[in-house]
């Protein structure tokens, strides 16, 4: 099993702060893909293949990272950002990291 | 439009036979290189991804789950189905089902259904 570690757990940003999210994988893998979950709300795709934006996601978000470290990047906080996200791999069966709570300060 | 939508018993005692179905439209799982899979949450935790199904019946499970779970689809390819055995309390969750294909991202999901197991 490939355990993924998210890192922090929980965070608070400013609006207009630049916020980055990180991912660490117990093997190197080929993609990191991330989710948005709203509270009471399904995960929604967010950025997948380490690096592409779904559908509808602000280009103030970006993915990056290879091997076994990744980083989702917000370029400028706002209001709406406020979620858990989840790093998920699949280069062995899919695994999910425990998520990182990003709060509105 | 893509959309799921995940049914299941909402209550079921401890050693029972967990049955979920998953329902949806604007795709077709004959589709090549088309999958469904299941996926829970318990209650403030994360994700666990459980077992799927692709267009062609191959079906892929959680190893460390494997022993307790069947994964199905219908012959009209609308429908996946998922059992798991022997339920207890540690399988309390919100259970998802979510569309994908064999680059393993989950690009649509069901709004989730909640299961409890309690005596």
């Known amino acids: 099993e490939i355990v993924l570690t998210q890192s922090p757990t929980t965070m608070a940003a400013s609006p207009g702060e630049k916020v980055t999210l990180t991912c660490r994988a117990s093997?190197?893998?080929?993609?990191m893909h991330w989710y948005q979950q709203r509270s009471g709300a399904s995960p929604k795709l967010w950025i997948y293949?380490?690096?592409k934006l779904a559908s509808g996601v602000p280009n103030r978000f970006s993915g990056s990272g290879s091997g076994t470290s990744y980083s989702l990047t917000i370029n400028s906080m706002e209001t709406e950002d406020a979620a858990t996200y989840y790093c998920?791999?699949?280069?062995?069966?899919?695994?999910f990291g425990a998520g990182t709570k990003l709060e509105l300060k | 439009q893509v959309t799921l939508k995940e049914s299941g018993p909402g209550m079921l005692q401890p050693s029972k036979t967990l049955s979920l179905t998953c329902s949806f439209s604007?795709?077709?799982?004959?589709?090549?290189?088309?999958?469904v899979s299941w996926i829970r949450q318990p209650s403030g935790k994360s994700l666990e991804w459980l077992a799927a199904?692709?267009?062609?019946?191959?079906?892929y499970y959680n190893p460390s789950l494997k022993s307790r779970l069947t994964v199905s689809k219908d012959t009209s390819n609308t429908q996946v189905f998922l059992k798991i055995t022997s339920v207890d309390t540690a399988d309390t969750a919100t259970y998802y089902c979510?569309?994908?294909?064999?680059?393993?991202?989950?690009?649509?999901w069901g709004p989730g259904t909640m299961v409890t197991v309690s005596s």
């Open positions: 604007g795709f077709s799982l004959s589709t090549s290189g088309m999958v």
């Open positions: 293949e380490t690096s």
């Open positions: 093997s190197s893998v080929s993609y």
């Open positions: 998920q791999q699949g280069s062995s069966y899919p695994t």
């Open positions: 979510a569309r994908h294909n064999y680059g393993w991202y989950f690009d649509f």
């Open positions: 199904i692709d267009w062609d019946g191959d079906k």
